[in-house]
């Protein structure tokens, strides 16, 4: 399981994720789940996949993507449909589900302001076959149905993969208390830092308590070390957590390659926990989540026709 979180507001964007991942029923920590688009200053995280083959990572794919498809012109939604392109031309075809937030800083009419896309492969889909989504229109429900909003969301939140924590906060919560909500459109960024904080630690820590129905713990598939990275259109894309030491000494490495994670046969490193309680299905280029979409009150004048 992962957990995946964008969130767009005034000031800037928020994305943040985990580092964990299960394999052959062990858990693996340190695996960078962001990636920027140095071209662009925009950023890229995922969900759900490892990796497309037994050769290369996820962040491996994004690193050779942005150097020969992607160009320092490109907007937000350009490099989406690249992303697109990309994924539903890799063979074998794509057929278990996942999926990519892509955010940036976009410039109309000489007014700045922030964009997000979700380009996914659900279960619904035809293998190989990608939906670029708009955040700011539109979201599909976990059978596919195209669902637009009434009015354009500004500054829309997306959040993928162990969504329970989001979900509880964004969309439950107003369901038992209507005078209280969260206005991403009057948060500013460093508060969205700060609720991406509470939503993933809180997401880590629950699994901890949480029993299955044999009554023994529950796998604590989320977790590891957060990472956290904010985009203005004034200062570009920066990490937030963890910090860097200097700018020398560049992003994040992912500490996990597909040749170790493959190689090793399911070998816990030091930070695994403790066998699933099923039998684990074999650990090909992806692993398990869970609740994919954000569990929106239903209108009825919010579907399409």
């Known amino acids: 399981m992962t957990s995946t979180f964008t969130i767009l507001c005034p000031q800037g ?36 996949y490892v990796g497309f083959d037994n050769e290369k990572t996820v962040l491996e794919h ?26 539903e031309n890799i063979n074998p075809k794509i057929k278990d589900a996942g999926g990519f937030h892509l955010a940036g800083c976009i410039a109309e009419s000489e007014v700045e302001s922030y964009r997000l896309r979700h380009v996914f492969h659900e279960t619904w889909h035809e293998a190989g076959e990608f939906t670029n989504e708009n955040c700011h229109t539109e979201y599909h429900d976990p059978y596919g149905n195209k669902i637009t909003f009434r009015k354009t969301q500004l500054f829309p939140v997306l959040f993928n993969g162990d969504n329970f924590v989001a979900n509880a906060l964004f969309n439950y919560a107003p369901m038992v208390d209507n005078g209280f909500r969260i206005r991403t459109d009057l948060l500013p960024v460093e508060e969205a830092i700060d609720l991406s904080k509470l939503i993933l630690e809180t ?103």
């Open 203 to 305: 997401a880590v820590r629950r699994l901890t308590y949480y029993f299955g129905p044999n009554q023994r713990k529950a796998l604590p598939t989320t977790g590891g070390r957060i990472f956290i990275a904010k985009i203005t259109c004034k200062n570009g894309f920066e990490w937030i957590q963890p910090r860097q030491a200097s700018k020398e000494k560049g992003i994040p490495i992912e500490k996990i390659s597909m040749e170790e994670l493959f190689e090793r046969k399911g070998k816990a490193t030091s930070e695994s926990y403790f066998k699933p309680h099923v039998k684990p299905s074999s650990c090909s280029a992806y692993y398990a989540s869970v609740d994919i979409f954000p569990m929106q009150p239903t209108d009825e004048r919010d579907i399409q026709a």
């Open 13 to 48: 964007i928020v994305m943040a994720a985990d580092s964990r991942i299960e394999c052959r029923g062990e858990l693996f920590d340190g695996v960078q789940k962001i990636y920027q688009i140095s071209k662009t200053s925009a950023g890229i995280s995922y969900w759900r």
């Open 62 to 87: 994004l690193k050779d993507f942005e150097k020969d498809y992607v160009s320092e012109t490109d907007t937000v939604d350009d490099v989406a449909e690249k992303m697109k392109g990309y994924l």
